[in-house]
């Protein structure tokens, strides 16, 4: 079955990067930070996580972006992810463009089981 053609449901690992929607960040610095997440997560589950890395590649790397309305909304979700097993990072800005330096704008989780994501960021909406 092609990957265009599958149900969401088909896939069995994902990565969920946890965006900020209180820094009001434009497209671009938003896609950037999100990618900055992505790359973190991948390298730090293929290092630490070979199996799950390998099966999320396999499937496609199916990314997920959703949002929370602030940084105090990071910490129990990484707490949780990582209590699960799960690698995450917290991306935060060098302060070149937007916004100052040190500023925490996304949090990146997995990839990992979806069914171990999904206790940590199901009830979180899409971005």
């Known amino acids: 079955m092609s990957l265009w053609k599958r149900n969401q449901s088909d896939f ?7 965006a900020r929607s209180d ?4 497209a671009g610095k ?3 930070q999100v990618s ?5 997560c991948t390298l730090l589950t293929k290092k630490n996580k070979t199996e799950w890395f390998s099966k999320w590649q396999r499937e496609g790397a ?3 972006v959703v949002k929370v309305e602030s940084l105090d909304e990071f910490f129990p979700l990484k707490e949780l992810a990582e209590k699960l097993g799960i690698c995450t990072v917290i991306i ?3 302060g ?7 500023t925490q704008t996304v949090l990146g989780i997995g990839p990992a089981p979806s069914n171990l994501i999904d206790q940590v960021t199901g009830q979180l909406s899409l971005l």
């Not at 069995?12 to 946890?18: A, E, F, P, T």
């Not at 820094?23 to 434009?26: G, V």
């Open 12 to 18: 069995d690992y994902k990565m969920v990067i946890v």
């Open 23 to 26: 820094l009001a960040l434009s």
């Open 30 to 32: 938003l896609a950037a």
């Open 36 to 40: 900055h997440a992505a790359v973190e």
């Open 62 to 64: 199916k990314k997920v």
């Open 92 to 94: 935060s800005d060098a």
């Open 96 to 102: 070149h463009t937007e916004i100052p330096e040190g």
